[in-house]
């Protein structure tokens, strides 16, 4: 199976007024394609910047990471920015939508970086709404929409561009149980579909979920466990 | 990318009406305030050269007395210096010299009838006609031989001829100037108010030798006026005018006894000045538009602030420093072009409204219209690049966490 990402000694310093914050402290990982991987730890370990550096929103300190090949420390701010339109889906715990849009036109907004025509946009954010059950509330705003709903909005607008990588960090963070399951559903379809799903939790029986568990402490990988099935 | 970010704009306006018609307040008074004042101008200027030139072309006006050179008359020099003789001498013997009216006038009471009216009588020949551009209306102009017979004939202006007459036809009546009776011969067209806003209609011409002899008694004249042939030759003539008469009246080393007035000197004068008096005005209202533009500045840094998390979450779906650059600079220059053509329409409708109300006359130009919205567009632009950098630039990491 073929490794797309590649972390090596991974270190991520905060400057906070005098003190600094070692957010990660020499961090090596390497994920699979179509890995299902949960990243656990508690409140402040490292799991977010960890996240928002495997999904090119963030540079490491210093350390090495390779995506696909490619060394990410060379590219310059607007390739990451392109990297991070084709390859990777986010999924946040608060969601993240434009409040003054449509669900469809926030799924859609991806595929205009993307620079793809009105059209195609607009039948792909029409498929990704309906992968995710929300063929009926295509035209809702998020304010007119649950929880669930809302979430469920964001993965399509993560899974539109059909990207290798999904990250979601803390995606039931901020839902009810029941919602947590269908997003959770949603995940393991995708999963099955060949992509690669890293996801940050607090809650063991959502990890549960997950192939493999990696847990992070202090900014360190503490234990990294998979599970044969 | 490029319509969709206008139409972004767009909607982002809208979803904040009020805020939006504020921020463009500035851009409008200041394109409307352009357009207003450009056109006051313009108006101002058309007006004083369709009566300079509607005095005559080419035309040379002289008169008694010297004037300093800034125009103020001097006491020195004598009122009677000019004559018929030099006035033929004039004609005679300068080229380029196309006709010559010699002039006399005064102010009497005109009676007809149970009416009177008083008014300048003018004595001058036939050739004033040509050279002051005046056309006949009705009945005929006085002949050169009327003004050798010192003919009792008068031609009125419009505004005689209709406070004496009314409705009745003057031609062939007789009327009273300082009791002498006149027959009436033709009626001028009307002219209207000059420059100066005195008006032009209100006279009486005579023959020039009649007025000198039977009415004013006297034999000098008041002015000269000289018709060049061409634009070309007109200084050339004023030059030959000077020197034929410092010849004529002996002047030796004496100043000038008479001025020679260039009319289209005057109307380049009067026309940088107005040419002036329309780019003050521009200015000034220009200084509102900059205004407007920094009005423009303020509220798209509140809109940036506003929306890091937007910009975060963009930045995060893939957007580049470009795409957010120009989303920004879109909007500033959406708030520029729609303030821009609202202030169009205050501009244009208030010039009207100045010249209906008022009475003033104004131009409004394309060019000003251009200009004025060019410069909303520039001002967008200007002052939106400094907002739309600083939310281009935002760190995405940073962005996603404001709250
Ligand atoms: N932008 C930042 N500036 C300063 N400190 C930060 C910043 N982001 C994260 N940190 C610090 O880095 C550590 C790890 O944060 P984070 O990755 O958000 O943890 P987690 O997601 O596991 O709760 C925390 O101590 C946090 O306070
Ligand atoms: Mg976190």
Same mark, same amino acid.
């Given at each position: 199976?073929?490794?797309?990402?590649? @972390?090596?000694?991974?270190?991520? @310093?905060?400057?906070?007024?005098?003190?600094?914050?070692?957010?990660?402290?020499?961090?090596?990982?390497?994920?699979?394609?179509?890995?299902?991987?949960?990243?656990?730890?508690?409140?402040?370990?490292?799991?977010?910047?960890? %996240?928002?550096?495997?999904?090119?929103?963030?540079?490491?300190?210093?350390?090495?990471?390779?995506?696909?090949?490619?060394?990410?420390?060379?590219?310059?701010?607007?390739?990451?920015?392109?990297?991070?339109?084709?390859?990777?889906?986010?999924?946040?715990?608060?969601?993240?939508?434009?409040?003054?849009?449509?669900?469809?036109?926030?799924?859609?907004?991806?595929?205009?970086?993307?620079?793809?025509?009105?059209?195609?946009?607009?039948?792909?954010?029409?498929?990704?709404?309906?992968?995710?059950? @929300?063929? $009926?509330? %295509?035209?809702?705003?998020?304010?007119?929409?649950?929880?669930?709903? =809302?979430?469920?909005?964001?993965?399509?607008?993560?899974?539109?561009?059909?990207?290798?990588?999904?990250?979601?960090?803390?995606?039931?963070?901020?839902?009810?149980?029941?919602?947590?399951?269908?997003?959770?559903?949603?995940?393991?379809?995708? $999963?099955?579909?060949? =992509?690669?799903?890293?996801?940050?939790?607090?809650?063991?029986?959502?990890?549960?979920?997950?192939?493999?568990?990696?847990?992070?402490?202090?900014?360190?990988?503490?234990?990294?466990?998979?599970?044969?099935? | 990318?490029?319509?969709?970010?206008?139409?972004?704009?767009?909607?982002?306006?809208?979803?904040?009406?009020?805020?939006?018609?504020?921020?463009?307040?500035?851009?409008?008074?200041?394109? /409307?305030?352009?357009?207003?004042?450009?056109?006051?101008?313009?108006?101002?200027?058309?007006?004083?050269?369709?009566?300079?030139? /509607?005095?005559?072309?080419?035309?040379?006006?002289?008169?008694?007395?010297?004037?300093?050179?800034?125009?103020?008359?001097?006491?020195?020099?004598?009122?009677?210096?000019?004559?018929?003789?030099?006035? #033929?001498?004039?004609?005679?013997?300068?080229?380029?010299?196309?006709?010559?009216?010699?002039?006399?006038?005064?102010?009497?009471?005109?009676?007809?009838?149970?009416?009177?009216?008083?008014?300048?009588?003018?004595?001058?020949?036939?050739?004033?006609?040509?050279? &002051?551009?005046?056309?006949?209306?009705?009945?005929?102009?006085?002949?050169?031989?009327?003004?050798?017979?010192?003919?009792?004939?008068?031609?009125?202006?419009?505004?005689?001829?209709?406070?004496?007459? /009314?409705?009745?036809?003057?031609?062939?009546?007789?009327?009273?100037?300082?009791?002498?009776?006149?027959?009436?011969?033709?009626?001028?067209?009307?002219?209207?108010?000059?420059?100066?806003?005195?008006?032009?209609?209100?006279?009486?011409?005579?023959?020039?030798?009649?007025?000198?002899?039977?009415?004013?008694?006297?034999?000098?004249?008041?002015?000269?006026?000289?018709?060049?042939?061409?634009?070309?030759?007109?200084?050339?003539? #004023?030059?030959?005018?000077?020197?034929?008469?410092?010849?004529?009246?002996?002047?030796?080393?004496?100043?000038?006894?008479?001025?020679?007035?260039?009319?289209?000197?005057?109307?380049? !004068?009067?026309?940088?000045? !107005?040419?002036?008096?329309?780019?003050?005005?521009?200015?000034?209202?220009?200084?509102?538009?900059?205004?407007? /533009?920094?009005?423009?500045?303020?509220?798209?840094?509140?809109?940036?602030?506003? &929306?890091? &998390?937007?910009?975060?979450?963009?930045?995060?779906?893939?957007?580049?420093?470009?795409?957010?650059?120009?989303?920004?600079?879109?909007?500033?220059?959406?708030?520029?072009?729609?303030?821009?053509?609202?202030?169009?329409?205050?501009?244009?409708?208030?010039?009207?409204?100045?010249?209906?109300?008022?009475?003033?006359?104004?131009?409004?130009?394309?060019?000003?219209?251009?200009?004025?919205?060019?410069?909303?567009?520039?001002?967008?632009?200007?002052?939106?690049?400094?907002?739309?950098?600083?939310?281009?630039?935002?760190?995405?990491?940073?962005?996603?966490?404001?709250?």
């Amino acid at each position: 199976m073929r490794t797309s990402i590649i @972390l090596e000694n991974i270190t991520k @310093l905060y400057q906070m007024g005098d003190s600094e914050v070692r957010a990660l402290d020499g961090v090596s990982l390497t994920i699979s394609d179509g890995e299902f991987t949960a990243i656990m730890g508690p409140s402040g370990s490292g799991k977010t910047t960890l %996240m928002n550096i495997i999904g090119c929103l963030d540079r490491p300190t210093s350390g090495s990471y390779r995506l696909d090949g490619q060394e990410v420390a060379a590219l310059t701010d607007d390739q990451l920015a392109v990297t991070r339109n084709r390859k990777i889906g986010f999924v946040f715990q608060n969601f993240n939508l434009l409040a003054r849009m449509t669900a469809h036109h926030n799924v859609a907004l991806p595929l205009i970086y993307t620079g793809i025509d009105k059209k195609t946009r607009h039948d792909k954010a029409s498929r990704a709404l309906a992968m995710v059950g @929300l063929a $009926n509330r %295509m035209f809702h705003r998020p304010n007119e929409l649950s929880g669930g709903q =809302r979430q469920r909005v964001a993965i399509a607008r993560a899974l539109v561009n059909e990207p290798t990588i999904i990250l979601a960090d803390e995606p039931t963070g901020n839902l009810d149980s029941r919602s947590g399951e269908e997003i959770m559903n949603i995940f393991h379809a995708l $999963n099955r579909q060949g =992509r690669t799903i890293i996801l940050v939790t607090h809650e063991p029986d959502i990890a549960a979920c997950a192939r493999r568990i990696i847990t992070v402490r202090d900014g360190k990988i503490v234990s990294d466990e998979r599970k044969e099935r | 990318m490029f319509w969709e970010s206008i139409i972004i704009a767009l909607e982002g306006l809208k979803a904040n009406k009020l805020r939006s018609v504020l921020t463009m307040l500035g851009i409008i008074i200041g394109v /409307g305030a352009v357009i207003a004042m450009v056109s006051i101008g313009m108006g101002v200027r058309q007006k004083v050269q369709t009566s300079i030139a /509607g005095l005559g072309s080419n035309l040379l006006i002289i008169t008694p007395g010297a004037t300093s050179p800034t125009g103020v008359r001097l006491a020195a020099g004598s009122n009677n210096s000019l004559t018929v003789q030099d006035a #033929q001498a004039i004609a005679r013997e300068i080229p380029g010299v196309s006709l010559v009216a010699p002039f006399v006038s005064r102010q009497y009471q005109v009676i007809y009838g149970n009416k009177n009216w008083t008014t300048s009588i003018q004595g001058t020949t036939p050739e004033f006609l040509t050279v &002051r551009n005046f056309t006949v209306d009705s009945g005929t102009f006085f002949s050169g031989q009327d003004n050798d017979t010192r003919a009792r004939v008068a031609v009125l202006g419009r505004t005689v001829a209709d406070n004496l007459f /009314g409705d009745i036809s003057p031609i062939g009546q007789t009327i009273r100037i300082n009791k002498a009776p006149f027959r009436v011969i033709g009626v001028l067209g009307a002219k209207g108010q000059s420059a100066g806003g005195a008006d032009q209609d209100d006279m009486v011409l005579i023959p020039l030798t009649t007025a000198q002899e039977r009415v004013l008694g006297i034999t000098f004249l008041h002015s000269i006026s000289v018709q060049a042939v061409s634009a070309d030759v007109i200084n050339q003539v #004023q030059d030959e005018i000077v020197e034929l008469l410092r010849s004529r009246h002996r002047l030796g080393a004496k100043p000038d006894d008479f001025t020679v007035r260039n009319l289209a000197a005057i109307l380049a !004068t009067a026309e940088e000045t !107005t040419r002036t008096i329309t780019l003050l005005l521009g200015n000034i209202a220009a200084i509102s538009l900059v205004v407007g /533009g920094i009005g423009i500045m303020n509220i798209m840094l509140v809109s940036v602030t506003e &929306r890091t &998390r937007e910009i975060g979450i963009r930045k995060a779906l893939g957007a580049t420093y470009y795409n957010i650059l120009l989303q920004f600079l879109i909007e500033a220059v959406v708030i520029g072009v729609t303030g821009g053509l609202i202030g169009i329409g205050l501009g244009v409708g208030s010039s009207y409204a100045i010249s209906g109300i008022a009475g003033w006359n104004t131009v409004v130009s394309f060019s000003s219209i251009l200009l004025a919205f060019g410069f909303s567009v520039m001002v967008g632009l200007f002052f939106g690049l400094y907002p739309a950098r600083k939310a281009a630039l935002l760190d995405p990491i940073e962005a996603l966490r404001y709250e």
